[in-house]
């Protein structure tokens, strides 16, 4: 990295630092060169580092009131609802919180997605980033199952008999997961115990993710390599920081609407029933964030076909990288591709939607185009766009739009208007 | 050339999602739409509303529906009923608590005290359901989360009661509500003109029964309500003023760049 060599400047300081580097990475931290270009959609890694230390906190007071028993945790939520100091306002945000990280998440991927931020050479900060979002997943479904309302036992008895489609073991797997012979006591005991646990394995994640974002650097709009540190750069101290502060509380405004003003409207109702193995409710559906791949899930008609599935719109991400054979990064200078992207959205959004109706009918008709179609998406669109796209003019540096094939300054200008 | 911007792709998801919608619209009954004085955004519980609401619950549903999460002393706390607090020690000593074991190791009867849980009136489920017919009367505790069409959902089911429709053969101690789910409860209408007499001289219709009560189980279900509306405006608007502040340092800070934020 470029930094240079830092120095304290107390003798204390630099005692200490000769031992335990700190104040170097401090140093680095502050100084760390970023593209100055960084619009927006670059703020929510920040917000997402707010949004995981707002879930750890509220979780850790939670846990202090929680009781982990399938007789006494619909009761215990209750309490913390009703008798703790404030406890509807940590509930509240902790529930609410796990939509907002999602919601969060998710910009972030799809911004990544549109400027190309996982090619070379940021292919392992993306790897990390989807081993996160799959944590993610697994501590929020988990973290649902807790109140032990209706949809927490039942989507709980779904999800986990997905495993029982695997061959001639599944069944034995399920029985194991579960601790019992279906969705039980000892079930709810090791989903508290590893919602728990999660959250810390995410943080360790989430310095390596840093880390290796150090080691390059930041992608930008226009997906150029930059000199660093260069007038394209400033330092991330203050000029990020404040900007990331001003994204932030925008995002917490939105997200005290939820908290306290409709704190329910991302939940289910059926949640407020308490768990009863002898009643189905009427339609199961997972949270939001999950629906996706609920609709992939669904949308095969064999058991192990539909997990085989939706896991691999998962793991197909991993090999993105490499799926994108195109070498210029930003969706900004590649036309084609822009198209398929925004398709891309709505096909995510068209298969969320079909996630969340009945699977019957022309939903699920639509459901099985909207799979089709995600995994055309990575498998031969993107592949064959590398091949064929005639990309725009990239430009050489930020502060001077000079096109590497010689074109009019003034329209490379306005092609800035439009990142 | 078609660029796209943000824009331009909000509007076509709109459109696509509002195209749809219609595609899937469910074949249930929409709730009666009540303009509920707790709704808005500042709402608040009518006090008296709630104070009526908890006598039609005491003489009317309670004798069914438990209300286990509920104490007496929530009727005295702020943002509730707000019954004083010799009302509420009243209202807990009008029944009889099975405590103990004692030094003895004998249980025993007491009367309430307003911290006792709401007395529930069959001893466990089973008991309750056996007694209803086989459906068990939901506790009423959360009822109002509990139902996607909320307080309005509510209300609708207790006006919902109907002659079937010719044709529709009923079981004996089955309904016909055209709110429910199905069109069919195991609950006779449980209020009719006049079953409450209201100790505030309140003329007690249906609609006036059928609106107090589900006040007071929108309280029950959310006690917090005007404390979490209260506080909630009192966060957005520092967040606001931060965010102008951070908005104002932001600009001068990256003044220094040429670049534009």
Redesign the interface.
Known sequence: MSDQEYTPKSKAGKWFNDRLPLLTLGSHLTDYPTP??LNYWWTFGGILTFCLMTQIITGIVLAMHYVAHADLAF?SV??I??NVNFG??IR?IHSNGASMFFLAVYIHIFRSLFYGSYKSPREVIWIIGLLIYLLMMATAFMGYVLPWGQMSFWGATVITSLFSAIPLIGESITTWLWGAYSVDNPTLNRFFSLHYLFPFLISGLVILHIWALHVPGNNNPIGIDLKKPSKDT?PFH??IT??D??AL??F??IF??F???S??VLGH??N??PANPLVTP?HIVPEWYLLPFYAILRSVPDKLGGVILMFGSIFILFILPWLDTSKVRSAVFR?MY??FY?IF??DV??LG?MGA?PAEG??LALARIGTIYYFLHFIVVLPVLGLFEKTDPVPMSI?EPVLSSGGDPALAKKDYD?I | MIRFNSKRLILVILSTLIFINPLFSAESIDPIKVNWSFKELTGKFDRASLQRGFQVYKEVCASCHSMQYLSYRNLGEPGGPEFTEEEVKAIAASVEIEDGPDSQGEMFTRTGKPSDKFKSPYPNVEASTAANGGAYPPDMSVLVKARPGGADYMYSVLMGYEEPPAGMKLDDGVYYNKYMIGQKIKMASPLAEGIVEYSDGTEATMDQMAKDVTTFLAWAAEPELEERHRVGFKVIIYLLLLTILVYLSMKKIWSRVDSEI
């Open positions: 100055k270009n009761a209750e309490h609802m009703r509807w306002l509240y400033v203050p000029y404040i900007k502060a001003f509380l925008l917490m405004i005290s609407g908290v306290f003003f704190p329910n109702s059926d407020y029933i009427a036309p822009r198209y925004w959205v709505i959004l068209l939607y109706m022309i939903y502060s439009k």
